[in-house]
Structure formats: structure tokens, C-alpha cells
Nanobody, 114 residues
């Protein structure tokens, strides 16, 4: 059973940056495309970044040019570098495969506010 533990969230001012981490444990899942998702209050969970097994990462238009997804297969860790953060980026961030096929972790809260 794959389990995810997300970390790195926090409170940041608009224009700031954060780096999220997603540590995976359990069965190896690195044959899957991996994604970062987020869920804002009252909103559905949405996929914002995907890193495929082969090929280039893809991003939602709302984060294109500001977020960078990367993976360290040796450490079984997925990262999301978030730059030029905006208040509308405020959400709980999760990782999972793309499409999501494993139990969700607890997520990490990102709050962008002055």
C-alpha cells in the first residue's frame, strides 16, 4: 500500500515562494505519472502539475511559469517548487498518481496572504 506524506506548506506573502515535498512509502509506484493536486475551501480538488514517467511536466494554466514539479526516485520523493505565489494559490496541496489511484495523504496547507 502506497502512502504519501506531504510537507513544506505554510503562510507566505504574495510574491513569495515555497517548496513542497511528498514522501512516498509502501510499494514502489514509480511506474506512474505523478501529480500535485490542490483543494481550496469550498472547491473541488484539482490537478495542478504532472510529471510523467517519460516526457516533460505539464501544468495547469493557473500555475504555468510559476510552479515546477520534480522527482527524486532514489528518495521516493516528489517536489513542487512554487514561486510568485498569489492569494488564489491558497489551498491544501496533495500528491498522488495521475490519474489519482492511491489513498490520499493528509496534505499540506499553503496560505498566501499579506
Amino acid at each position: 500500500q502506497v502512502r504519501f506524506v506531504e510537507s513544506g506548506g505554510g503562510l507566505v506573502q504574495p510574491g513569495g515562494a515555497l517548496r513542497l515535498s511528498c514522501a512516498a512509502s509502501g510499494n514502489t509506484f514509480w511506474g506512474y505519472a505523478m501529480g500535485w493536486y490542490r483543494q481550496a475551501p469550498g472547491q473541488q480538488r484539482e490537478l495542478v502539475a504532472t510529471i510523467p514517467v517519460v516526457g516533460t511536466a505539464r501544468y495547469d494554466t493557473s500555475v504555468q511559469g510559476r510552479f515546477i514539479v520534480s522527482i527524486n526516485s532514489i528518495k521516493s520523493t516528489l517536489y513542487l517548487q512554487m514561486n510568485s505565489l498569489k492569494p488564489e494559490d491558497t489551498a491544501v496541496y496533495y500528491c498522488n498518481s495521475d490519474p489519482a489511484g492511491f489513498p490520499w495523504g493528509q496534505g499540506t496547507q499553503v496560505t498566501v496572504s499579506s
